[in-house]
């Protein structure tokens, strides 16, 4: 027994970082490489949702945290769906982790204007 629940405890340890409490955000669906250059918000919404339509690497603002999205391991038709998206307010579900710098990334499972 005490085996088994060190060994489960050294396999969460090295997977990395645990999973964040809470699963839903609501916030501002960013292109990182505009955002990165100050570009956000409705009038910048038709050119976000074009870069993040060609594959740019997407966030979501929340209040003033930056959440990175997990393209590649999300839903395809949320992801879809945020493409659409660019610089308006979505509601995100999915699960987040934070890495040791602080960087929260989320694999998204579903997601909607708001």
């Known amino acids: 027994m005490k085996k088994a629940l ?4 050294a396999v969460a340890l090295m997977l990395g970082a645990p999973a964040l409490a809470g699963d839903t955000w609501t916030g501002e669906v960013l292109d990182m490489v505009c955002f990165g250059n100050g570009q956000k918000g409705a009038g ?3 050119c976000a949702a074009k870069c993040l339509g060609d594959g740019n ?6 209040g003033d945290d930056v959440v990175k999205i997990d393209r590649a391991a999300s839903d395809a038709g949320a992801i879809k769906t945020l493409e659409g998206l660019g610089g308006k307010n979505a509601k995100v579900t999915g699960k987040a982790m934070k890495a040791d710098d602080g960087t929260v990334t989320v694999t998204v499972s579903a997601a909607e204007a708001a």
């Open 6 to 9: 060190f060994a489960a405890l």
């Open 57 to 62: 690497e997407m966030g979501l603002l929340v």
């Open 44 to 46: 910048h919404a038709s």
